[in-house]
């Protein structure tokens, strides 16, 4: 089992920055993916920024964020950080941690946090 909290959230103007970090219960080497979900009011969860383990991280960003968020994991520190540049109005959604996979599985277990809000406005 893992315990994902996430923290940062908050009200930020068009084109200010944020960062949002999830602090796992318990050691993160051995998960094999740990991203950022977020889901605006009437509409599906989406994937923001995603980024493997071990020495070949790969990342996977939605096209609407690229350029403009970094994803990074700290595996001593437990800790998987999304960087949000040049926010847009059209960022606003709570925004979700998620913890996916082992070192036997890409896919199982799955886990995630309780979502923090992200509003972006004038």
């Known amino acids: 089992q893992v315990q994902l909290v996430e923290s940062g959230g908050g009200l930020v103007q068009p084109g200010g920055s944020l960062t949002l970090s999830c602090k796992a219960s318990?050691?993160?080497?051995?998960?094999?993916?740990l991203g950022w979900y977020r889901q605006a009011p009437g509409k599906q969860r989406e994937l923001v920024a995603s980024i493997t383990s071990g020495s070949g991280q790969r990342t996977n960003y939605a096209d609407s964020v690229k350029g403009r968020f970094t994803v990074s994991r700290d595996n001593a520190g437990n800790t998987v950080t999304l960087r949000m540049n040049s926010l847009k109005l059209e960022d606003t959604a709570v925004y979700y941690c998620?913890?996916?996979?082992?070192?036997?599985?890409?896919?199982?277990?799955?886990?995630w946090g309780q979502g923090t809000q992200v509003t972006v406005s004038s």
């Open positions: 318990r050691n993160i080497e051995s998960i094999y993916s």
């Open positions: 998620n913890a996916r996979g082992s070192y036997f599985s890409t896919s199982t277990p799955e886990y």
